[in-house]
C-alpha cells in the first residue's frame, strides 16, 4: 500500500494561475563577487515563492513574497523523520541578455518523484514550472543583471513536511518553497577534480533504498566522508558499490569515462538507472543525449555498470582517455585522479590542464545551450519584469 499523502476528495491541486504576488518594501543590494565568495551562507534574492498543503484542503494558491525564514514546531516531522526534498537547477544570463532555465521541466518531474518517494504531497510537474519563472522574472534583472553575462543564479524548490505530530507517519501539512540565491562556479578546479574512492565500511546509495531521489538523506550521511577526502587534498569521493566496487557517483555528481575498450573502440561510459541506485541527473541525461546526437559515430555510448578493478586494467593498459563529473553544482568538471587504497589512477586531461576532447565538446555545447550561444529547446526563456 501506498504511504504516499492525498488530499480529501475536492481539495485543491497547486494552480500556479493564482499566484498571489507581495513585493518586499525593503530590498536589499546586490552583492559584489568578492562578497559571494566570502559569505559564510547563501545570499539569496528579494524574492521567494511559497505554498501550504494539508491533506484536508489540498495546496493553497502560491504567494511571491519578500524572502525571509519561516516558522517551524518544533515537532515538524522535516526536523525528525526527513520529509524533505528539493531540486537544484540554475537561470542563465545569456551573451545575448536574455535568462534562461535549463530544462526545468525535467527537473520538475524529478521533484514530483521525490516527493513521492518520501511521502511528501504530490505537486504536478507543470504547475511547478511556472513558479520557478515567476520569481526569476521578478528577481532575475536585479540579481542578474545584463552586464553579468555568463553567470547564473541558484534556484532551489523544496518540499517539507511540516505537521506538528511525533509519529513515522505521512506528513499531513506541508509547505513548497522555490529560492533564487548565489552559488560559486566549480567546474575547474587547478588540476582537474581529485576523487578519492570511498571508504570500505561506507556507502551513500543502495538498492533498494533511495539513492535515485533527490532527497536530504541522500546527502548529509555522506558529509563525514567528503569531509575526510577535503582533508586529504581531494575534492569529492568516487562512490564504489557492492563487493565488485562499482563505480557510482562523484561525490552528488554524475560520473563518466571516456576509454578505449579492448576491442578497440572508443567508449563513453556511465553507471545506469536501471537498478534505481544512482540519481536520474539532468545534466547526465544531456551529456548523453548531445553524445549520442553529435559523437555516435567516434564513440560508443553505454550505460552499464562497471568496477574500480575494471579501471585500474584500463589504466594499466593506456586506455582511458579521460573523465568528468556531470552536475548542476560542478557542471562538466574533468577528473584528473582517483585514489584508491593507496594505489592512483592519473586520467589524462587536455593542454594546460583543459578538458580532453570529448569533455570539452560536451561541455561547450551545453554551455552553449545555456547562455544562448546556440537557440535549442532546453534552454527555455525567462520572460523578465523590468
Known amino acids: 500500500m501506498s504511504t504516499t499523502p492525498t488530499a480529501s476528495q475536492g481539495a485543491s491541486r497547486l494552480d500556479a494561475t493564482k499566484l498571489n504576488y507581495s513585493y518586499t518594501t525593503t530590498p536589499r543590494d546586490v552583492p559584489s563577487e568578492a562578497t559571494i565568495r566570502g559569505s559564510d551562507e547563501t545570499i539569496c534574492t528579494d524574492h521567494m515563492i511559497v505554498a501550504s498543503w494539508t491533506s484536508k484542503e489540498g495546496w493553497s494558491a502560491p504567494e511571491l513574497k519578500p524572502y525571509g525564514p519561516f516558522s517551524l514546531f518544533p515537532t515538524a516531522s522535516c526536523l525528525h523523520y526527513a520529509h524533505e526534498c528539493f ?44 513558479p520557478m519563472m515567476a520569481v526569476l522574472s521578478v528577481d532575475a534583472s536585479k540579481w542578474l543583471p545584463r552586464d553579468r ?11 517539507i513536511g511540516t505537521n506538528s505530530q511525533l509519529g513515522i507517519q505521512p506528513p499531513s501539512r506541508a509547505i513548497l518553497y522555490i529560492i533564487v540565491g548565489y552559488m560559486s562556479r566549480m567546474d575547474m578546479p587547478p588540476g582537474g577534480k581529485r576523487l578519492l574512492t570511498s571508504p570500505e565500511d561506507t556507502v551513500r546509495s543502495w538498492v533498494g533504498g533511495f539513492g535515485y531521489a533527490k532527497v536530504g538523506a ?8 567528503t569531509r575526510e577526502a577535503y582533508a586529504r587534498g581531494f ?27 579492448k576491442d578497440g573502440r572508443k567508449e563513453l561510459v556511465t553507471a545506469p538507472l536501471d537498478d534505481r541506485l544512482i540519481l536520474d541527473g539532468v545534466t547526465r541525461r544531456s551529456c548523453l543525449d548531445l553524445a549520442r546526437e553529435r559523437l555516435g559515430d567516434q564513440l560508443e555510448v553505454t550505460e552499464r555498470k562497471f568496477t ?3 579501471l ?47 569533455t570539452g565538446k560536451i561541455k561547450n555545447w551545453l554551455g552553449d545551450i545555456m547562455y544562448g550561444r546556440t537557440e535549442h529547446e532546453w534552454g527555455v526563456v525567462v520572460p523578465e519584469k523590468n
Not at 548529509?220 to 566522508?225: I, L, R, W
Not at 564504489?240 to 554524475?254: K, V
Open 87 to 130: 531540486e537544484g537547477l540554475k537561470a542563465y544570463r545569456g551573451y545575448d541578455g536574455k535568462v534562461r532555465l535549463f530544462r526545468p521541466d525535467r527537473n520538475a518531474r524529478r521533484l514530483q518523484m521525490s516527493a513521492e518517494r518520501v511521502a511528501l504531497p504530490p505537486v504536478d510537474a507543470d504547475a511547478l514550472e511556472k
Open 149 to 159: 553575462a555568463g553567470e547564473f543564479l541558484y534556484v532551489r524548490p523544496t518540499i
Open 218 to 225: 541522500n546527502y548529509g550521511p555522506s558529509v563525514n566522508a
Open 235 to 261: 575534492h569529492q569521493i568516487l562512490w564504489l558499490y557492492g563487493s565488485q566496487g562499482e563505480c557510482t557517483e562523484a561525490g552528488g555528481s554524475n560520473f563518466f569515462v571516456v576509454w578505449k575498450r
Open 308 to 310: 574500480i578493478d575494471e
Open 312 to 358: 585500474f586494467e584500463a589504466a594499466a593498459e593506456n586506455r582511458i582517455l579521460e573523465s568528468f563529473a556531470a552536475g548542476t553544482a560542478w557542471f562538466i568538471c574533468p577528473i584528473s585522479l582517483i585514489h584508491h587504497r593507496d594505489q592512483e589512477i592519473a586520467i589524462p586531461m587536455g593542454p594546460d590542464d583543459t578538458p580532453g576532447e570529448i
